[in-house]
T-cell receptor, first 114, second 112 residues
């Protein structure tokens, strides 16, 4: 059974700092991995999708990497801003599962202080 | 394109009642997935529908059911509500299984 873990559970940083969020998964037979952000009481916003054949994806100040063999992904946020404050979730789609089913981590709650 | 929409946004029910939630996917998306989010259990997969057929099912009791219509809109139903069903119910859609999943704003269900 796939398990996804995110460390740390919470992170508080001053504005302008570069930071890394970590995601690990137990079963490396994944199809892809997706990073989301969630604002309090809201739905999920997709940030980046990395297919299993890819090593990284970039969007603006965000860069996500994937090391499938070690079961790890990182989300790098450059020059953090107060507007980046949210919960960040990673989710994997397993190869053994047909369809779109995602297994989520518990998330990292990020606070960027002005 | 319009995003994923969910109705209603908020619901308050009492134990024993039943509830139906609705999800309209992004135009052209044939897959709709449902998730339950609670503080204790995080995000858990309920089920997925693709072209009106259930393609995947999570580990939830039979009180949770769903369906998909020919226009890809989906509904989920929870019968005999329990206090523990209080949660944010999220719906997501995508074109194909390997694509990005796009989530709606969720329906906040409170069971009293």
């Amino acid at each position: 059974k796939q398990e996804v873990t995110q460390i740390p559970a919470a992170l508080s940083v001053p504005e302008g700092e570069n930071l890394v969020l970590n995601c690990s998964f137990t079963d490396s037979a994944i199809y892809n991995l997706q990073w989301f952000r969630q604002d309090p009481g809201k739905g999920l916003t997709s940030l980046l999708l990395i297919q299993s054949s890819q090593r990284e994806q970039t969007s603006g100040r965000l860069n996500a990497s994937l090391d499938k063999s070690s079961g790890r992904s990182t989300l790098y946020i450059a020059a953090s801003q107060p507007g980046d404050s949210a919960t960040y979730l990673c989710a994997v789609r397993n190869r053994e599962t047909s369809g779109s089913r995602l297994t989520f981590g518990e998330g990292t709650q990020l606070t960027v202080n002005p | 394109k319009a995003g994923v929409t969910q109705t209603p946004r908020y619901l308050i029910k009492t134990r024993g009642q039943q509830v139906t939630l609705s999800c309209s996917p992004i135009s052209g998306h044939r897959s709709v997935s449902w998730y339950q989010q609670t503080p204790g259990q995080g995000l858990q997969f309920l089920f997925e529908y693709f072209s009106e057929t259930q393609r995947n099912k999570g580990n939830f009791p039979g009180r949770f059911s769903g369906r998909q219509f020919s226009n890809s809109r989906s509904e989920m139903n929870v019968s005999t509500l329990e206090l523990g069903d209080s949660a944010l119910y999220l719906c997501a859609s995508n074109e194909e299984a390997w694509d990005t999943q796009y989530f709606g704003p969720g329906t906040r269900l409170t069971v009293l």
